[in-house]
Structure formats: C-alpha cells, structure tokens
C-alpha cells in the first residue's frame, strides 16, 4: 500500500486546511518543489497536488507552482493532481506538464458527461475524487452537500473508466482525527477498481488499520497534516506499509 503524501497549493505555498476551510489555512513550506524533493527523497512513490485556489476558483490558478513540482521530481514517481479542473483542454495541459494523473472532483458530479469524454480521451490517467460526509457526496470545495450516494455514484463512474477513486472523509480531513476505515472499506467492496483513501490519517496506528484491509481493493492513503506535524514520520509510515504487505503476500 502506497503512502502518498500530500502538497496542497494556497498562493504558490504548501498548506493544509481544516475541513476545507480556506481561511484555516497553515503554511507549511513557501517552496513547493522543495518540499516534493523531500518526500522523494523520504521514500514517496507517488504525490498528490491539489491546487486549492483553483478548486475554489473553477479553474487552474497555481500552475507555475505545479510545474515546478513536476519538474523537481522528474520521472522518479508519477504524481496526481486534482483542483480546478473542469474541461479536456485542461487535462490536456496538466498531462503534457507532466502530470501523470489528473482528478476529477466537483465536476465529474456537476457534470458526469465531461467525465466520461475525459476517461475516453485520455484512458489510463483519470481519477474521480468523491468528497463525501455521512455518506453523501460534497461538491464546491465541500460547501455544498449533495443527495448523491458516495457508492452509487463511484460505481457508475467505475462503468465510465476512471483508473481509481479517491475517497476523502470530509468530516475527519486535516483534523487528525484518525480515518473513516468501515466507510473506505464499503466502498472498495462495491468496486473492482482501487480505492484510495483520503481524510485523517494520524499516526502508525492508522496505518496499520489500513493495511489491514488493503486487500479489500485500498490501494493507498493520502496525508498531509500528520507528516507536515510530526504525528506521522512519512519514512516509517511507507516502511511499516511495505513490511505488512511482505507478510501478506510472502514476499
């Protein structure tokens, strides 16, 4: 299972939010490329972008940071970026920057039809990333609460090709407050294709419940506050993670 820290962009810095809440953010490096260099160097097999002003804005806002990230890690790992995107033109861009996986969010719920174009455009490389409290999905950088089903919805997009889906706890995101396990587990039972998990991961102890079920279809989890806090030593956390796999499999 993969462990795949997070950079999320505010003004061309890396920060977390509390809950979604712009106005809660903390900066934690005003050099994004450097800190992706951190983590490849920490062990990181794959990165997770997300660009926070242009989810709220519709649109690409902290591009230049996002090349400069893509260009600090090179090939070593793939890296995903999610945030503002709404059109193919858009995708197009991001892949030829050299992202390896762009995630569609707000829009693959507003508007399923571009979602679907995008997985037949571009097949290999989209992501759905479904924000979800109490089970029902989140849209509009999770201001607003729709009557949609997380699971029902993530099958029909499984149907439209999506390479993976990332499930984020809206409820427990950047508050450390460990992650939602029996959620993520229901909805990678309801699929063929992976699931990543998204929202609370805290310390070892997370890891380890994660792992635990990663043979339901979890792929990997996605963190942010934990390691850019200290409660989670990320080298420890991907080490622990490759180790339980290694018992798993027997390898």
Known sequence: MLIIPAIDLKDGHCVRLKQGEMDSA???SEDPAKQARQWLEQGARRLHL????????????NEKAIQGIVEAVGDAIPVQLG???RDLATVERYLDDGIRYVI???AAV????????????????IIVG????DGKVATDGWSKITGHDVVDLAKRFEDYGVESVIYTDIGRDGMLSGVNI??????????TIPVIASGGLTDLEDVKNLCAVAHEGIMGAITGRAIYQGTLDFGEAQRLADTMAGA???S
């Open 50 to 61: 997300v660009d926070l002003n242009g989810a709220f804005a519709g649109k690409p806002v």
């Open 130 to 133: 479904l924000d979800a409290r």
């Open 248 to 250: 798993v499999y027997g």
């Open 83 to 85: 945030g503002g995107i």
């Open 26 to 28: 903390t900066i934690y």
């Open 182 to 191: 029996e959620a993520t587990v229901r909805l990678a039972r309801a699929l």
């Open 110 to 125: 507003k508007n399923p039809g571009f979602l679907h174009e995008a997985c037949d455009a571009f097949p290999g490389h």
């Open 104 to 106: 569609i969010g707000t």
